[in-house]
Protein backbone atom coordinates (compact mmCIF):
# COMPACT_ATOMS: atom_id res chain seq x y z
CA UNK A 1 0.00 0.00 0.00
CA UNK A 2 0.93 3.40 -0.54
CA UNK A 3 2.08 5.64 2.29
CA UNK A 4 1.60 8.95 2.96
CA UNK A 5 4.19 11.55 2.93
CA UNK A 6 6.00 11.23 6.75
CA UNK A 7 8.78 10.89 8.58
CA UNK A 8 9.22 9.64 12.17
CA UNK A 9 11.68 8.58 15.05
CA UNK A 10 13.09 4.57 15.59
CA UNK A 11 13.05 4.45 19.37
CA UNK A 12 12.43 1.27 21.10
CA UNK A 13 10.19 1.46 24.70
CA UNK A 14 13.43 -0.14 26.55
CA UNK A 15 15.43 2.98 25.41
CA UNK A 16 13.38 5.22 27.19
CA UNK A 17 14.47 6.84 30.88
CA UNK A 18 13.00 6.39 34.24
CA UNK A 19 14.19 4.46 37.56
CA UNK A 20 13.65 0.68 37.01
CA UNK A 21 16.30 0.31 34.78
CA UNK A 22 14.11 -0.24 31.50
CA UNK A 23 11.80 2.01 29.59
CA UNK A 24 8.39 1.04 29.64
CA UNK A 25 5.40 2.10 29.39
CA UNK A 26 4.74 4.99 31.97
CA UNK A 27 4.59 8.14 31.72
CA UNK A 28 8.30 8.79 29.81
CA UNK A 29 6.30 6.98 26.97
CA UNK A 30 3.90 9.20 26.82
CA UNK A 31 6.54 12.18 27.10
CA UNK A 32 8.08 10.95 23.92
CA UNK A 33 4.82 10.70 22.44
CA UNK A 34 4.34 14.44 23.23
CA UNK A 35 7.97 15.08 22.03
CA UNK A 36 7.01 13.62 18.78
CA UNK A 37 3.69 15.29 18.24
CA UNK A 38 5.88 18.31 18.81
CA UNK A 39 8.89 17.89 16.46
CA UNK A 40 5.86 17.39 13.76
CA UNK A 41 6.42 13.39 13.92
CA UNK A 42 3.81 11.02 12.62
CA UNK A 43 5.58 8.13 12.59
CA UNK A 44 7.21 6.07 15.89
CA UNK A 45 9.03 2.35 14.56
CA UNK A 46 9.73 0.40 17.48
CA UNK A 47 11.47 -3.01 17.59
CA UNK A 48 9.60 -6.38 18.30
CA UNK A 49 7.45 -5.90 21.73
CA UNK A 50 7.49 -9.30 22.35
CA UNK A 51 9.06 -10.76 25.30
CA UNK A 52 13.18 -11.36 24.79
CA UNK A 53 15.04 -14.50 25.40
CA UNK A 54 18.87 -15.19 24.15
CA UNK A 55 20.49 -12.59 24.48
CA UNK A 56 18.19 -10.30 25.43
CA UNK A 57 17.39 -9.78 21.87
CA UNK A 58 13.64 -8.46 20.35
CA UNK A 59 14.46 -10.75 17.23
CA UNK A 60 14.81 -14.03 19.62
CA UNK A 61 11.33 -13.53 21.15
CA UNK A 62 9.33 -16.86 23.40
CA UNK A 63 6.46 -15.72 21.50
CA UNK A 64 5.41 -13.92 18.13
CA UNK A 65 2.12 -13.18 20.10
CA UNK A 66 3.05 -11.96 23.76
CA UNK A 67 4.08 -8.70 24.74
CA UNK A 68 7.30 -7.86 26.90
CA UNK A 69 6.27 -7.64 30.39
CA UNK A 70 9.34 -6.08 31.36
CA UNK A 71 7.78 -2.75 29.37
CA UNK A 72 4.95 -2.98 32.01
CA UNK A 73 4.77 0.17 33.94
CA UNK A 74 5.36 -0.72 38.20
CA UNK A 75 4.42 3.28 38.42
CA UNK A 76 0.91 2.45 36.69
CA UNK A 77 0.32 -1.04 38.95
CA UNK A 78 1.08 0.91 42.10
CA UNK A 79 -1.50 3.67 41.07
CA UNK A 80 -4.13 0.70 40.12
CA UNK A 81 -3.31 -0.58 43.81
CA UNK A 82 -1.94 -3.93 42.80
CA UNK A 83 1.74 -2.75 43.73
CA UNK A 84 2.23 -0.40 47.27
CA UNK A 85 4.70 1.99 48.09
CA UNK A 86 6.38 -0.42 50.81
CA UNK A 87 6.94 -2.77 47.65
CA UNK A 88 9.58 -0.49 46.24
CA UNK A 89 12.12 -0.41 49.29
CA UNK A 90 15.30 -1.63 48.20
CA UNK A 91 15.25 -0.68 44.61
CA UNK A 92 18.01 -0.92 43.52
CA UNK A 93 19.90 2.28 41.27
CA UNK A 94 20.19 1.47 38.34
CA UNK A 95 22.39 2.70 35.16
CA UNK A 96 20.61 5.59 33.48
CA UNK A 97 22.94 5.00 30.12
CA UNK A 98 22.32 1.38 29.82
CA UNK A 99 19.70 -1.68 30.95
CA UNK A 100 21.58 -3.94 33.02
CA UNK A 101 18.80 -7.12 32.14
CA UNK A 102 20.00 -9.65 34.17
CA UNK A 103 19.31 -7.08 37.39
CA UNK A 104 16.02 -5.78 35.80
CA UNK A 105 14.70 -8.78 35.61
CA UNK A 106 16.04 -10.29 38.85
CA UNK A 107 14.52 -7.26 40.41
CA UNK A 108 11.15 -6.69 38.59
CA UNK A 109 9.53 -10.20 37.93
CA UNK A 110 8.86 -10.86 42.36
CA UNK A 111 7.47 -7.37 41.58
CA UNK A 112 5.07 -8.56 39.16
CA UNK A 113 4.27 -11.61 40.95
CA UNK A 114 2.72 -9.64 43.68
CA UNK A 115 1.02 -7.51 41.34
CA UNK A 116 -0.74 -10.82 39.95
CA UNK A 117 -1.44 -12.35 43.48
CA UNK A 118 -2.97 -8.93 44.81
CA UNK A 119 -5.21 -8.85 41.29
CA UNK A 120 -6.44 -11.95 41.80
CA UNK A 121 -7.76 -11.69 45.51
CA UNK A 122 -9.12 -7.98 45.09
CA UNK A 123 -9.64 -7.20 41.47
CA UNK A 124 -12.65 -5.18 40.98
CA UNK A 125 -15.54 -7.26 39.37
CA UNK A 126 -14.88 -5.07 36.33
CA UNK A 127 -11.77 -5.42 35.69
CA UNK A 128 -11.94 -8.98 36.55
CA UNK A 129 -13.90 -9.17 33.81
CA UNK A 130 -11.80 -7.52 31.68
CA UNK A 131 -9.14 -9.82 32.32
CA UNK A 132 -11.82 -13.00 31.25
CA UNK A 133 -12.48 -11.46 27.94
CA UNK A 134 -9.11 -10.70 27.71
CA UNK A 135 -8.54 -14.80 27.86
CA UNK A 136 -11.18 -15.58 25.73
CA UNK A 137 -10.01 -13.18 22.71
CA UNK A 138 -6.28 -14.25 23.06
CA UNK A 139 -7.46 -18.18 23.34
CA UNK A 140 -5.76 -19.29 20.15
CA UNK A 141 -2.16 -18.60 21.66
CA UNK A 142 -2.32 -17.34 25.42
CA UNK A 143 -2.82 -20.58 27.49
CA UNK A 144 0.26 -21.97 25.88
CA UNK A 145 2.55 -19.13 26.26
CA UNK A 146 1.19 -19.01 29.86
CA UNK A 147 2.35 -23.03 30.31
CA UNK A 148 5.42 -22.53 28.07
CA UNK A 149 6.84 -19.96 30.62
CA UNK A 150 5.74 -21.08 33.69
CA UNK A 151 7.23 -24.38 32.63
CA UNK A 152 10.23 -22.88 31.15
CA UNK A 153 10.80 -21.13 35.07
CA UNK A 154 10.33 -24.49 36.58
CA UNK A 155 13.01 -26.02 34.79
CA UNK A 156 15.21 -23.29 35.45
CA UNK A 157 14.92 -21.16 32.10
CA UNK A 158 16.06 -24.81 30.13
CA UNK A 159 15.05 -24.74 26.39
CA UNK A 160 11.81 -26.79 25.62
CA UNK A 161 13.50 -29.27 23.83
CA UNK A 162 15.05 -30.00 27.51
CA UNK A 163 12.94 -30.47 29.45
CA UNK A 164 11.12 -33.75 30.52
CA UNK A 165 10.30 -36.08 27.28
CA UNK A 166 6.22 -35.56 28.35
CA UNK A 167 6.08 -31.75 28.32
CA UNK A 168 8.54 -31.52 25.32
CA UNK A 169 6.70 -33.47 23.51
CA UNK A 170 2.99 -32.18 24.75
CA UNK A 171 1.80 -34.95 25.41
CA UNK A 172 -1.98 -35.19 26.68
CA UNK A 173 -1.15 -36.29 30.35
CA UNK A 174 2.46 -34.06 30.84
CA UNK A 175 0.18 -30.87 29.54
CA UNK A 176 -2.59 -31.93 32.06
CA UNK A 177 -0.30 -32.11 34.91
CA UNK A 178 1.85 -29.16 34.16
CA UNK A 179 -1.01 -26.88 33.83
CA UNK A 180 -2.39 -28.12 37.27
CA UNK A 181 0.98 -28.24 39.24
CA UNK A 182 2.12 -24.88 37.55
CA UNK A 183 -1.48 -23.53 37.77
CA UNK A 184 -0.62 -20.01 39.56
CA UNK A 185 2.46 -19.56 37.69
CA UNK A 186 0.15 -19.34 34.30
CA UNK A 187 -2.63 -17.34 35.81
CA UNK A 188 0.54 -14.94 36.53
CA UNK A 189 1.60 -15.00 33.07
CA UNK A 190 -1.58 -14.26 31.56
CA UNK A 191 -1.93 -11.72 34.32
CA UNK A 192 0.84 -10.07 32.79
CA UNK A 193 0.05 -10.17 29.04
CA UNK A 194 -3.25 -8.68 30.04
CA UNK A 195 -1.85 -5.74 31.65
CA UNK A 196 0.94 -4.87 28.93
CA UNK A 197 -2.18 -4.84 26.31
CA UNK A 198 -3.96 -2.85 28.49
CA UNK A 199 -1.00 -0.43 28.95
CA UNK A 200 -0.09 -0.72 25.38
CA UNK A 201 -2.86 -0.07 23.94
CA UNK A 202 -3.50 3.07 26.47
CA UNK A 203 -0.29 4.54 25.25
CA UNK A 204 -1.00 3.66 21.20
CA UNK A 205 -4.38 5.50 21.95
CA UNK A 206 -2.05 8.54 22.77
CA UNK A 207 -0.45 8.65 20.33
CA UNK A 208 -3.35 7.94 17.83
CA UNK A 209 -4.92 11.11 19.56
CA UNK A 210 -1.41 12.88 18.48
CA UNK A 211 -1.47 12.08 15.23
CA UNK A 212 0.98 9.36 14.94
CA UNK A 213 1.49 5.81 14.15
CA UNK A 214 3.21 2.81 15.47
CA UNK A 215 5.40 1.16 13.07
CA UNK A 216 6.32 -2.01 14.66
CA UNK A 217 8.43 -4.83 13.31
CA UNK A 218 8.13 -8.81 12.16
CA UNK A 219 10.83 -10.96 12.06
CA UNK A 220 10.67 -13.32 9.05
CA UNK A 221 12.10 -15.84 11.61
CA UNK A 222 10.89 -17.08 15.32
CA UNK A 223 13.29 -18.46 18.27
CA UNK A 224 13.88 -22.11 18.27
CA UNK A 225 13.15 -21.31 22.36
CA UNK A 226 9.54 -20.73 22.07
CA UNK A 227 6.21 -21.44 22.66
CA UNK A 228 5.46 -20.91 18.70
CA UNK A 229 8.16 -23.61 18.11
CA UNK A 230 6.93 -25.79 21.14
CA UNK A 231 3.25 -25.76 20.29
CA UNK A 232 3.98 -25.75 16.08
CA UNK A 233 7.00 -28.48 16.07
CA UNK A 234 5.11 -29.65 12.62
CA UNK A 235 5.80 -26.48 10.72
CA UNK A 236 9.53 -25.96 11.32
CA UNK A 237 12.30 -28.27 10.27
CA UNK A 238 13.65 -30.26 13.65
CA UNK A 239 14.52 -33.43 14.31
CA UNK A 240 12.54 -35.74 16.67
CA UNK A 241 14.39 -34.16 19.45
CA UNK A 242 13.73 -30.98 18.64
CA UNK A 243 16.89 -29.86 17.55
CA UNK A 244 17.14 -27.84 13.90
CA UNK A 245 18.31 -29.68 10.88
CA UNK A 246 18.45 -26.35 9.18
CA UNK A 247 19.17 -22.98 10.45
CA UNK A 248 18.77 -19.00 9.36
CA UNK A 249 21.10 -16.86 8.42
CA UNK A 250 22.43 -14.66 5.74
CA UNK A 251 25.80 -15.26 3.36
CA UNK A 252 28.69 -12.72 3.82
CA UNK A 253 27.46 -9.58 3.91
CA UNK A 254 28.57 -5.49 5.39
CA UNK A 255 28.65 -6.87 8.87
CA UNK A 256 30.30 -10.07 8.78
CA UNK A 257 32.87 -11.57 6.25
CA UNK A 258 32.00 -15.09 7.31
CA UNK A 259 27.92 -14.64 6.94
CA UNK A 260 25.68 -14.19 10.08
CA UNK A 261 24.51 -17.40 11.46
CA UNK A 262 21.30 -16.85 13.25
CA UNK A 263 20.22 -20.14 14.78
CA UNK A 264 16.22 -19.57 13.99
CA UNK A 265 14.94 -23.29 12.41
CA UNK A 266 13.43 -23.21 9.07
CA UNK A 267 10.19 -23.38 8.17
CA UNK A 268 8.68 -26.20 6.26
CA UNK A 269 6.85 -24.07 3.82
CA UNK A 270 5.19 -27.17 2.00
CA UNK A 271 3.48 -27.85 5.39
CA UNK A 272 2.36 -24.11 6.08
CA UNK A 273 1.07 -24.11 2.42
CA UNK A 274 -1.06 -26.81 2.79
CA UNK A 275 -3.05 -25.28 5.77
CA UNK A 276 -3.81 -22.21 3.70
CA UNK A 277 -0.72 -20.69 5.73
CA UNK A 278 -3.24 -20.09 8.64
CA UNK A 279 -0.22 -19.58 11.16
CA UNK A 280 1.18 -16.92 9.24
CA UNK A 281 -2.35 -15.07 9.24
CA UNK A 282 -2.45 -15.47 12.99
CA UNK A 283 0.84 -14.35 13.10
CA UNK A 284 0.12 -11.13 11.12
CA UNK A 285 -3.18 -10.49 12.37
CA UNK A 286 -1.22 -10.43 16.18
CA UNK A 287 0.79 -7.82 14.92
CA UNK A 288 -1.83 -5.36 13.68
CA UNK A 289 -3.32 -5.58 17.28
CA UNK A 290 -0.08 -4.28 18.22
CA UNK A 291 0.79 -1.89 15.46
CA UNK A 292 -0.92 0.61 13.13
CA UNK A 293 1.85 -0.68 10.28
CA UNK A 294 4.67 -3.28 9.92
CA UNK A 295 8.33 -3.59 8.89
CA UNK A 296 9.16 -7.14 7.44
CA UNK A 297 12.63 -7.66 8.49
CA UNK A 298 14.75 -10.10 6.15
CA UNK A 299 11.94 -9.28 3.07
CA UNK A 300 14.22 -11.35 1.00
CA UNK A 301 13.60 -14.62 2.67
CA UNK A 302 10.24 -14.85 1.24
CA UNK A 303 11.74 -15.51 -2.18
CA UNK A 304 14.76 -17.53 -1.41
CA UNK A 305 16.15 -18.08 2.05
CA UNK A 306 19.91 -18.38 3.40
CA UNK A 307 19.86 -22.30 4.67
CA UNK A 308 22.41 -23.50 6.99
CA UNK A 309 23.03 -27.00 8.15
CA UNK A 310 21.93 -27.17 11.84
CA UNK A 311 25.07 -28.07 13.42
CA UNK A 312 27.21 -25.27 11.30
CA UNK A 313 28.38 -22.41 13.75
CA UNK A 314 29.00 -19.63 10.79
CA UNK A 315 26.85 -19.20 7.56
CA UNK A 316 29.25 -19.92 4.97
CA UNK A 317 28.29 -23.48 4.17
CA UNK A 318 24.88 -22.16 3.25
CA UNK A 319 22.58 -22.54 0.33
CA UNK A 320 19.93 -20.43 -0.96
CA UNK A 321 16.16 -22.24 -0.81
CA UNK A 322 13.60 -21.09 -2.98
CA UNK A 323 10.75 -19.66 -0.16
CA UNK A 324 6.89 -19.47 -0.76
CA UNK A 325 6.75 -16.01 -2.58
CA UNK A 326 3.94 -13.96 -3.46
CA UNK A 327 1.69 -16.80 -2.94
CA UNK A 328 2.50 -16.19 1.13
CA UNK A 329 0.83 -12.30 0.57
CA UNK A 330 -1.68 -13.11 -1.51
CA UNK A 331 -3.21 -15.32 1.01
CA UNK A 332 -2.53 -12.40 3.59
CA UNK A 333 -4.05 -10.01 1.10
CA UNK A 334 -7.05 -12.03 0.91
CA UNK A 335 -7.84 -12.10 4.47
CA UNK A 336 -6.78 -8.60 5.51
CA UNK A 337 -6.82 -6.34 2.49
CA UNK A 338 -3.85 -4.27 1.82
CA UNK A 339 -1.20 -4.37 3.75
CA UNK A 340 0.53 -1.70 5.56
CA UNK A 341 3.74 -3.50 4.91
CA UNK A 342 7.48 -1.95 4.68
CA UNK A 343 9.88 -4.51 2.93
CA UNK A 344 13.30 -4.74 4.47
CA UNK A 345 14.71 -5.33 0.83
CA UNK A 346 18.42 -5.32 1.99
CA UNK A 347 21.55 -7.74 1.77
CA UNK A 348 21.93 -10.08 -1.63
CA UNK A 349 17.99 -8.63 -3.36
CA UNK A 350 17.57 -10.26 -6.69
CA UNK A 351 14.67 -8.90 -9.44
CA UNK A 352 12.54 -12.19 -7.80
CA UNK A 353 12.55 -10.37 -4.61
CA UNK A 354 11.94 -7.06 -5.88
CA UNK A 355 9.24 -8.82 -8.28
CA UNK A 356 6.97 -9.37 -5.44
CA UNK A 357 7.41 -6.11 -3.30
CA UNK A 358 6.18 -4.81 -6.16
CA UNK A 359 3.10 -6.33 -6.77
CA UNK A 360 1.98 -5.75 -3.32
CA UNK A 361 3.42 -2.16 -3.25
CA UNK A 362 5.45 -2.41 -0.25
CA UNK A 363 7.65 0.08 -0.06
CA UNK A 364 11.32 -1.01 -0.07
CA UNK A 365 14.73 0.39 2.36
CA UNK A 366 17.34 2.83 1.58
CA UNK A 367 19.90 3.00 4.21
CA UNK A 368 22.38 6.81 4.09
CA UNK A 369 24.94 4.96 5.71
CA UNK A 370 25.42 2.41 3.05
CA UNK A 371 25.46 4.88 -0.11
CA UNK A 372 28.78 6.05 -0.28
CA UNK A 373 30.59 2.76 0.35
CA UNK A 374 31.34 -0.55 -2.14
CA UNK A 375 27.86 -1.74 -1.30
CA UNK A 376 26.40 -3.26 -4.33
CA UNK A 377 23.35 -1.51 -3.13
CA UNK A 378 25.16 1.78 -2.88
CA UNK A 379 23.75 3.88 -5.65
CA UNK A 380 20.27 3.19 -4.72
CA UNK A 381 20.99 4.14 -1.28
CA UNK A 382 21.78 7.66 -2.74
CA UNK A 383 18.67 10.95 -2.59
CA UNK A 384 18.80 11.62 -6.13
CA UNK A 385 17.97 8.04 -7.20
CA UNK A 386 15.42 7.42 -4.80
CA UNK A 387 12.04 6.12 -5.43
CA UNK A 388 8.75 7.81 -3.80
CA UNK A 389 7.86 4.22 -2.78
CA UNK A 390 10.47 4.12 0.13
CA UNK A 391 11.53 4.21 3.43
CA UNK A 392 14.44 6.37 4.11
CA UNK A 393 16.89 5.76 7.05
CA UNK A 394 19.97 7.70 7.97
CA UNK A 395 20.65 4.38 9.60
CA UNK A 396 18.97 1.43 11.06
CA UNK A 397 19.22 -0.54 14.79
CA UNK A 398 21.62 -2.86 12.96
CA UNK A 399 23.96 0.01 12.01
CA UNK A 400 26.62 2.19 13.78
CA UNK A 401 24.87 5.91 14.88
CA UNK A 402 25.85 8.53 12.16
CA UNK A 403 28.58 9.83 14.49
CA UNK A 404 30.19 6.78 15.35
CA UNK A 405 30.11 6.07 11.30
CA UNK A 406 31.55 8.86 10.61
CA UNK A 407 34.46 8.97 13.24
CA UNK A 408 35.00 5.16 12.94
CA UNK A 409 38.74 4.45 11.71
CA UNK A 410 36.71 1.09 10.38
CA UNK A 411 39.74 -0.74 12.24
CA UNK A 412 36.89 -3.31 14.05
CA UNK A 413 35.19 -3.64 10.53
CA UNK A 414 35.80 -7.16 9.06
CA UNK A 415 34.53 -5.86 5.57
CA UNK A 416 36.17 -3.20 5.05
CA UNK A 417 39.37 -1.53 4.86
CA UNK A 418 41.09 1.50 5.76
CA UNK A 419 41.07 3.10 2.35
CA UNK A 420 37.70 2.21 1.25
CA UNK A 421 36.51 4.51 5.00
CA UNK A 422 38.45 7.34 3.72
CA UNK A 423 37.47 6.81 0.36
CA UNK A 424 33.60 6.35 1.63
CA UNK A 425 34.43 9.53 3.71
CA UNK A 426 35.25 11.53 1.25
CA UNK A 427 32.63 10.95 -1.18
CA UNK A 428 29.74 11.37 1.62
CA UNK A 429 31.64 14.61 2.79
CA UNK A 430 31.11 16.26 -1.15
CA UNK A 431 27.92 14.37 -1.55
CA UNK A 432 25.97 15.87 1.19
CA UNK A 433 27.92 19.28 1.27
CA UNK A 434 29.11 18.63 5.13
CA UNK A 435 31.32 21.24 5.63
CA UNK A 436 30.34 23.05 8.64
CA UNK A 437 27.19 20.90 9.85
CA UNK A 438 27.47 17.79 11.76
CA UNK A 439 27.06 15.04 9.96
CA UNK A 440 24.29 13.65 12.55
CA UNK A 441 22.17 16.64 11.03
CA UNK A 442 23.39 16.73 7.36
CA UNK A 443 21.81 13.08 6.56
CA UNK A 444 18.86 13.67 8.52
CA UNK A 445 18.37 16.43 6.11
CA UNK A 446 18.76 14.35 3.07
CA UNK A 447 16.55 11.97 3.48
CA UNK A 448 13.94 14.36 4.87
CA UNK A 449 14.60 16.47 1.78
CA UNK A 450 14.34 13.37 -0.88
CA UNK A 451 11.13 12.57 -2.43
CA UNK A 452 10.97 8.84 -0.58
CA UNK A 453 7.69 8.70 1.20
CA UNK A 454 8.81 7.92 4.34
CA UNK A 455 11.65 9.44 6.49
CA UNK A 456 13.13 7.70 9.87
CA UNK A 457 15.82 8.54 11.74
CA UNK A 458 17.29 6.77 14.64
CA UNK A 459 16.43 9.04 17.71
CA UNK A 460 20.62 8.27 18.56
CA UNK A 461 20.91 10.41 15.78
CA UNK A 462 18.45 13.55 16.52
CA UNK A 463 20.52 13.39 19.58
CA UNK A 464 23.82 13.42 17.68
CA UNK A 465 25.53 10.56 19.89
CA UNK A 466 28.42 7.93 18.71
CA UNK A 467 28.95 4.39 19.33
CA UNK A 468 28.64 3.90 22.71
CA UNK A 469 24.80 4.31 21.62
CA UNK A 470 24.78 1.86 19.13
CA UNK A 471 21.62 -0.95 19.59
CA UNK A 472 23.24 -3.80 18.15
CA UNK A 473 26.19 -5.15 16.44
CA UNK A 474 24.97 -7.99 13.95
CA UNK A 475 26.70 -11.45 14.42
CA UNK A 476 27.52 -10.44 18.23
CA UNK A 477 25.62 -11.85 21.18
CA UNK A 478 26.65 -10.02 24.02
CA UNK A 479 26.41 -6.50 25.25
CA UNK A 480 23.32 -5.24 22.68
CA UNK A 481 20.07 -3.99 22.92
CA UNK A 482 21.12 -1.98 26.32
CA UNK A 483 21.38 0.82 24.95
CA UNK A 484 19.09 4.37 26.59
CA UNK A 485 18.59 7.99 26.50
CA UNK A 486 18.77 10.09 29.51
CA UNK A 487 15.78 12.21 30.79
CA UNK A 488 16.01 15.77 29.53
CA UNK A 489 17.56 14.63 26.55
CA UNK A 490 14.46 15.76 24.28
CA UNK A 491 14.85 19.13 24.43
CA UNK A 492 12.77 22.10 23.15
CA UNK A 493 15.29 23.11 20.86
CA UNK A 494 15.66 19.46 19.02
CA UNK A 495 11.77 19.24 18.94
CA UNK A 496 11.97 22.91 16.83
CA UNK A 497 14.39 21.82 14.30
CA UNK A 498 13.03 18.51 13.48
CA UNK A 499 9.80 20.61 13.07
CA UNK A 500 11.14 23.23 11.00
CA UNK A 501 12.68 20.29 8.67
CA UNK A 502 8.98 19.08 8.67
CA UNK A 503 7.67 22.40 7.28
CA UNK A 504 10.38 22.65 5.38
CA UNK A 505 9.98 19.57 3.39
CA UNK A 506 6.03 18.45 3.69
CA UNK A 507 6.37 16.26 5.64
Known sequence: MRFPRASGILLHPTCLPGPCGVGDFGSEAFAFVDFLRDAGQKLWQVLPLNPTGYGDSPFQCFSAHAGNHLLISLDKLEEQGVLEAADFQGQPVFPQDNVDFGRVIEWKTPLLKKAALRFFSSASVQDRRSFDDFCTANASWLPDFALFMACKEEQGGAAWNAWPDDIARRTPAGVTSASARLKEAVLAVQYWQFEFFRQWQDLRS???KAGIRVVGDVPIYVALDSADVWTNREYFCLSDEGQPLTIAGVPPDYF??????????IYQWEQLKQTGYRWWIDRFRAALHLYDAVRIDHFRGFEAYWEIPGHETTALNGRWVKGPGAELFAALEREFGDLPII?????????????IREQFQFPGMAILQFAFGKDPQGPSFRPHNYSRELAAYTGTHDNDTTVGWWSSSGANDSTRTLEDVVEERAFARAYLNVEGAPIHWAMIRAILASIADLAIVPLQDVLGLGSEARMNLPGTSKGNWRWRFR????????????????????R
Open 343 to 355: AENLGVITPEVES
Open 487 to 506: QGALTEELSKRLRELVVLYD
Open 206 to 208: YAA
Open 256 to 265: SATGQCWGNP
